[in-house]
DNA sequence: CCGCTAATTGACCGATCGTTCGAGGTGGGT
DNA sequence: ACCCACCTCGAACGATCGGTCAATTAGCGG
């Protein structure tokens, strides 16, 4: 694998990370239609020919980003290990998923921005990848939810509806603190949230 | 007022909702972006010039939508009454009016659809619009969890990050009833997402 | 049946945008 | 010094889309 070395390989490789981040900021800020090939070239330096020397259409760019989005993310999801008595805490490790996800997305702006609000690209094929991400999401609350109920830890409720509505809780949350000027701390927003997911916002009694 | 039921006034206004109803739909389908004039014409049955006649531009129509739902839901959605003993106990009108607002949103898919993913238009004043509908909602819901804080009904909790939550578990639960093939009954779905949100998902203990 | 107003129509315009391609530059190997 | 493969550039193209307007039709009071 020398030819993953080659400085020549390497700066067309950087060259792309490049084009990639511009257009993030750029779909980030103005939405996929609103962003225009001007203003990625424009933000990214190179010229309008350069462009589709990387990558071979705007819906190209759009589908790198998420991809490379989508592996980030998963890579900071898996199931939760019950039955394994080595493992962590259930709540341990559910903390730490969540605590790293949301650090991740947190801490790139434009990136959460994206996914937030991407929901109708008149690109098809986009717009059913962000679908099937979330709904893989969806589905592993889901599976979470029945394995706590078998095992007594969670109260009885629909699997389908409680995992929509974690999965939305969560958004809800990234949103706020995507909108907040001074975000705060993460590991407290973590805490508040899975308080109000575990136990509800009811006093208890 | 008796223009308001001058027949060819009336004619007007029934021309006009017919217009705003298949541009509804087509916003639904395709995105305010991919939503085309002429999309919108062929299935209203009329031709491009009279569009214009009814409206001044592609964002006026989307606005007209929006502002209509608004209203609706509006209609809806108000402060739970909790110093007057006549009036029914906070759980009670909290049920009722989420009930209300959901049976209402699910009942007009297009514009449940259009109002969950209408988050980046490039048109601002749309955006903005819906933007200031959701702050408005969450502005409530925020406020709700403070009185309740206040007469010690529910737990303390960040009340700006709760209604987030909050907003975002109901917006997901919507998604899932507009999903689904065959969605469940809209009291059977407000019972659980009220049991998970005041009690959350734990079991008791 | 006439005449007039208001409604309706669709060919057309200008602008924008994604994409292409041939010309010009660059740099490492010999 | 030369070559050649590769990269870079941006003017030009074609398609699409929102919006306009002069021509046509429909409806109706006299």
Same mark, same amino acid.
């Given at each position: 694998?020398?030819?993953?070395?080659?400085?020549?390989?390497?700066?067309?490789?950087?060259?792309?990370?490049?084009?990639?981040?511009?257009?993030?900021?750029?779909?980030?800020?103005?939405?996929?239609?609103?962003?225009?090939?001007?203003?990625?070239?424009?933000?990214?330096?190179?010229?309008?020919?350069?462009?589709?020397?990387?990558?071979?259409? %705007?819906?190209?760019?759009?589908?790198?980003?998420?991809?490379?989005?989508?592996?980030?993310?998963?890579?900071?999801?898996?199931?939760?290990?019950?039955?394994? %008595?080595?493992?962590?805490?259930?709540?341990?490790?559910?903390?730490?998923?969540?605590?790293?996800?949301?650090?991740?997305?947190?801490?790139?702006?434009?990136?959460?921005?994206?996914?937030?609000?991407?929901?109708?690209?008149?690109?098809?094929?986009?717009?059913?990848?962000?679908?099937?991400?979330?709904?893989?999401?969806?589905?592993?609350?889901?599976?979470?939810?029945?394995?706590?109920?078998?095992?007594?830890?969670?109260?009885?409720?629909?699997?389908?509806?409680?995992?929509?509505?974690?999965?939305?809780?969560?958004?809800?949350?990234?949103?706020?603190?995507?909108?907040?000027?001074?975000?705060?701390?993460?590991?407290?927003?973590?805490?508040?949230?899975?308080?109000?997911?575990?136990?509800?916002?009811?006093?208890?009694?």
């Amino acid at each position: 694998m020398a030819a993953t070395v080659d400085p020549a390989e390497r700066a067309k490789q950087e060259r792309r990370r490049q084009i990639m981040n511009a257009a993030k900021h750029v779909f980030a800020e103005a939405g996929y239609h609103g962003a225009s090939i001007h203003a990625i070239i424009e933000r990214a330096q190179i010229a309008r020919g350069t462009f589709y020397l990387y990558f071979e259409s %705007k819906a190209a760019v759009f589908d790198s980003i998420l991809d490379q989005a989508m592996a980030d993310l998963r890579a900071r999801i898996h199931r939760i290990e019950v039955d394994d %008595k080595n493992a962590p805490a259930p709540q341990v490790q559910l903390r730490e998923q969540v605590m790293a996800t949301l650090d991740f997305v947190v801490r790139d702006r434009p990136l959460a921005t994206l996914l937030l609000s991407a929901g109708h690209t008149p690109d098809a094929e986009a717009a059913e990848r962000l679908d099937q991400f979330f709904a893989e999401v969806r589905d592993l609350l889901r599976r979470a939810m029945e394995s706590g109920m078998e095992i007594g830890l969670l109260r009885k409720v629909d699997p389908e509806l409680a995992a929509s509505a974690m999965l939305g809780m969560i958004r809800g949350v990234i949103e706020q603190l995507i909108r907040a000027e001074t975000p705060p701390a993460v590991d407290v927003v973590v805490s508040e949230v899975l308080m109000v997911a575990l136990r509800g916002v009811l006093a208890t009694g």
